[in-house]
Nanobody, 115 residues
Framework: QVQLVESGGGLVQPGGSLRLSCAAS????????KGWYRQAPGKQRELVATLTSDGTTDYANSVKGRFAISRGNAKNTVYLQMNSLKPEDTAVYYC?????????WGQGTQVTVSS
């Protein structure tokens, strides 16, 4: 059974940094990271960053130049490095990974940017 576990969220002051991790566990041959999403209170879930199998990345305009998505050396972990955080980045962040024949989602990790 495949499971995604997210970590790294928390409370940070504006201008600070956080690194989110999404680790896949279970029985599988390989993972195909798709991206990170976030959902703020009262808003729809939005795509933050994507990562393709050839390493191509893309970002929402609101986070370009501040966030970076990457894959760990162990290949079963995906990261989201978030720098220069702003209060509007406050949301629950979810990772999305394709494994086997379906999409999997992390449980969500809360990021709060506040002074």
């Amino acid at each position: 059974q495949v499971q995604l576990v997210e970590s790294g969220g928390g409370l940070v002051q504006p201008g600070g940094s956080l690194r989110l991790s999404c680790a896949a566990s279970g029985s599988f041959f390989s993972i195909y990271p798709k991206g990170w999403y976030r959902q703020a209170p009262g808003k729809q879930r939005e795509l933050v960053a994507t990562l393709t199998s050839d390493g191509t990345t893309d970002y929402a305009n609101s986070v370009k130049g501040r966030f970076a998505i990457s894959r760990g050396n162990a290949k079963n972990t995906v990261y989201l490095q978030m720098n220069s955080l702003k209060p509007e980045d406050t949301a629950v962040y979810y990772c999305n990974i394709f494994i086997g024949s379906r999409d999997y989602w992390g449980q969500g990790t809360q990021v709060t940017v506040s002074s």
